[in-house]
Antibody, heavy 117, light 110 residues
Framework: QVQLVESGGGVVQPGRSLRLSCAAS????????MHWVRQAPGKGLEWVAV????????YYADSVKGRFTISRDNSKNTLYLQMNSLRAEDTAVYYC??????????WGQGTLVTVAS | QSALTQPASVSGSPGQSITISCTGT?????????ISWFQQHPGKAPKLMIS???DRPSGVSNRFSGSKSGNTASLTISGLQAEDEADYYC??????????FGGGTKLTVL
């Protein structure tokens, strides 16, 4: 079955970096665009970034542009999110999601990133 | 990239119908039919309930339906059940090749 498993979350100090991973299985990973979406504690969903199926196109939310980089390794069926210059407001559960014709389905279980000193 | 506007909360009794609105602009909801609705129970990942304004993925109850008029999309849940109590989010593709979510609506089944 289709499965997305995020990892790499944890506690990090402001200004530091962290890389999240999303391992995909059960579908042809290289055929699909992939997204990162985050949810701050007790808050709503916020779209973060998208990468095309081949990695050639990337788009970001204004709130992370210039600090976060989305990438993928189709040979490893893995999606990444490199997060630099982290701020307290980046604290959230980060979800990866597969895109099928402009819809997010399914989502992973999420990984928690806490930015605190 | 302003969030789409949803009511913070709605409520209804079992068996009743409720509608959640999602208002955007001509650059997102009004310009595209790539509008989705997600259900999220506490501590769980979001689940796709409606895509492309009104399409229901396989396995989603036909009690859930979607529509759009101008810059506003709507999710209607008929025959409310206790298990429908959750947070609901809309999303839309935008003219900037990005996506935007609504602020979320907490549905309470009385």
């Amino acid at each position: 079955q289709v499965q997305l498993v995020e990892s790499g979350g944890g506690v990090v100090q402001p200004g530091r970096s962290l890389r999240l991973s999303c391992a995909a299985s059960g579908f042809p990973f290289s055929d699909h665009a992939m997204h990162w979406v985050r949810q701050a504690p007790g808050k709503g969903l916020e779209w973060v970034a998208v990468i095309s199926y081949d990695g050639n196109k990337k788009y970001y939310a204004d709130s992370v542009k210039g600090r976060f980089t989305i990438s993928r390794d189709n040979s490893k069926n893995t999606l990444y999110l490199q997060m630099n210059s982290l701020r307290a407001e980046d604290t959230a559960v980060y979800y990866c999601a597969r895109e099928i014709r402009f819809r997010f389905d399914p989502w992973g279980q999420g990984t928690l990133v806490t930015v605190a000193s | 990239q302003s969030a789409l506007t949803q009511p913070a909360s709605v409520s209804g009794s079992p068996g009743q119908s409720i509608t959640i609105s999602c208002t955007g602009t001509s650059s997102d909801i009004g310009g595209y039919n790539y509008i989705s609705w997600f259900q999220q129970h506490p501590g769980k990942a979001p689940k796709l309930m409606i895509s492309d304004v009104s399409d229901r993925p396989s396995g989603v109850s036909n009690r859930f339906s979607g529509s759009k008029s101008g810059n506003t999309a709507s999710l209607t849940i008929s025959g409310l059940q206790a298990e429908d109590e959750a947070d609901y989010y809309c999303s839309s593709y935008t003219s900037s090749s990005t996506w935007v979510f609504g602020g979320g609506t907490k549905l309470t089944v009385l």
